[in-house]
């Protein structure tokens, strides 16, 4: 779809012809007929197609399909953005808040809500850091860098350097006292440097235990946070890979900071299953933190997010056409904008209608097909495959993985292997002892599609 441009269209045949005699009377010589010129001259009725259709410029496209971009409208998250602001507003008073955890399925849009918690807390002038979890990584060097970070944008404001040096020497010292990677020497640990020019501290945060150093070093954040007046927001994204021990760890620090009223609060967002991880580490954790759970949208939040930003494209949808929307992207985010965007690109003037939406959605599926679903699909193993087809087969809401073994025709322990390493890949999760589910919605549709 192109913008509207003024310009009057060619006649038929005439397109070179009329292009020279409008250079005529601006008094343009005319151009010699070269191999150049021959190129233009054949180029330029697609041009003039393109141009002077009456409609919308791809290049303006609004929509977003994209790993945690944001889309132009946020919809349907407003009371999740309503919490998150009562959580700022009252550790900023002094009031003992939770932290706060979001879980849901693959594009139901987790990291853009996390990117938007961040973004408040930013206005609000607080410090802020953000990491991705990942499987069998410790979390000590990620959150030593968030925090350094958070305490970077907090410093200009503070009083006494001498109090942020404190800090970062400490900061340093937590960061240095973990394990080396395997495979590394023992010699390397020092050596690492988290840009911090401040010699490291000792006896603080360092013992090399991750529950007593991150519970030091978030009391000590939190009490540079005070000296300023606001608060530190550490934001954890793929927070069910944090491995177990760390898990722990971290529930305990937040469990410290709830206790003395610090403004420091984590933000999580996680799939499905994280309130299990985190409740499995420290049974308190459903008391620590307050949790959102977001799925996909409803249809007014859906036809929202679809016509504020084609209205302010001069662009509308007719009811028949958001209809075949809801229905093809079933409310999820993340399927909105991917189906938008293709619908944009070939309808060839507005309003956009359902004949638009169906000449669109074979492209749409395809590139769902090989960068949302395919691109999950190709990193699991054969046997990993072979079990999520007898998933698929069985439908799309939580199976038992005694089904599953039957579908097979296996012993359920002898697909142990398989569903580890698909639960680790964030390929599938356990909704409950007993039950398997797809992380990524319409995920079983997809592979009851393909080929046997």
Same mark, same amino acid.
Do not use: N
């Given at each position: 779809m192109v913008a509207a441009v003024s310009t009057g269209r060619p006649v038929a045949g005439g397109g070179h012809d009329d292009l020279e005699k409008r250079g005529a009377r601006c008094g343009a010589a005319r151009p010699v007929a070269t191999r150049r010129t021959s190129f233009y001259a054949n180029l330029r009725p697609q041009l003039y197609r393109l141009i002077e259709s009456e409609t919308v410029d791809p290049v303006r496209n609004p929509y977003a399909?994209?790993?945690?971009?944001?889309?132009?409208?946020?919809?349907?998250r407003d009371r999740e953005l309503q919490q998150f602001e009562v959580v700022l507003e009252r550790v900023a008073r002094g009031r003992p808040e939770r932290s706060m955890i979001i879980t849901g399925l693959r594009g139901v849009g987790k990291t853009v809500l996390l990117n938007a918690f961040r973004s408040m807390a930013i206005q609000r002038l607080w410090g802020t850091g953000k990491i991705e979890a990942r499987p069998d990584q410790s979390i000590r060097r #990620?959150?030593?860098? $968030?925090?350094?970070?958070?305490?970077?944008? *907090?410093? #200009?404001?503070?009083? $006494?350097?001498?109090?942020?040096?404190?800090? *970062?020497?400490?900061?340093?010292?937590?960061?240095q006292a973990g394990e080396e990677p395997a495979g590394k020497s023992k010699a390397r640990v020092h050596r690492w440097q988290p840009g911090i020019d401040v010699p490291a501290a000792r006896g603080r945060a360092d013992s090399g235990d991750l529950e007593i150093d991150l519970t030091e070093l978030f009391v000590d954040a939190a009490s540079v946070a005070t000296d300023v007046g606001v608060g530190i927001s550490l934001f954890v994204d793929e927070m069910q890979d944090i491995p177990a021990d760390d898990v722990s760890a971290l529930c305990a620090a937040c469990h410290e900071l709830s206790q003395n009223g610090g403004p420091l609060i984590v933000v999580g967002a996680g799939l499905p299953h994280?309130?299990?991880?985190?409740?499995a580490s420290k049974s308190y954790s459903e008391r620590l933190f307050r949790y959102a759970r977001i799925d996909r949208l409803d249809r007014e939040s859906a036809d929202f997010a679809l016509l504020a930003p084609a209205?302010?494209?001069?662009?509308?949808?007719?009811?028949?056409?958001?209809?075949?929307?809801?229905?093809?992207?079933?409310?999820?985010?993340?399927?909105?904008?991917?189906?938008?965007?293709?619908?944009?690109?070939?309808?060839?003037?507005?309003?956009i209608t359902a004949d638009d939406i169906r000449v669109a959605a074979p492209e749409a599926e395809s590139e769902l097909a090989v960068g949302f679903f395919g691109s999950r699909y190709d990193r699991a193993t054969p046997a990993e495959r072979d079990y999520m087809r007898a998933m698929a087969t069985l439908g799309d809401d939580p199976v038992p993985t005694s089904a599953v073994a039957d579908e097979l025709g296996r012993k359920p322990s002898s697909l142990s292997p398989a569903r580890d390493g698909l639960i680790k890949k964030g390929l599938i999760y356990s909704a409950e002892r007993g039950l398997v589910a797809f992380t990524v919605p319409h995920f079983g549709k997809f592979l009851r599609a393909q080929p046997a």
């Open positions: 399909p994209g790993a945690g971009q944001r889309p132009p409208e946020l919809a349907g #990620p959150v030593a860098s $968030a925090l350094h970070m958070a305490i970077r944008e *907090l410093a #200009p404001r503070h009083r $006494a350097p001498d109090r942020i040096e404190e800090f *970062l020497g400490v900061l340093k010292a937590f960061a994280l309130p299990a991880v985190l409740s209205q302010r494209e001069d662009v509308t949808f007719t009811e028949e056409a958001l209809d075949a929307l809801y229905g093809a992207a079933d409310g999820y985010p993340y399927f909105v904008q991917a189906y938008a965007k293709v619908v944009w690109d070939v309808a060839p003037d507005t309003p």
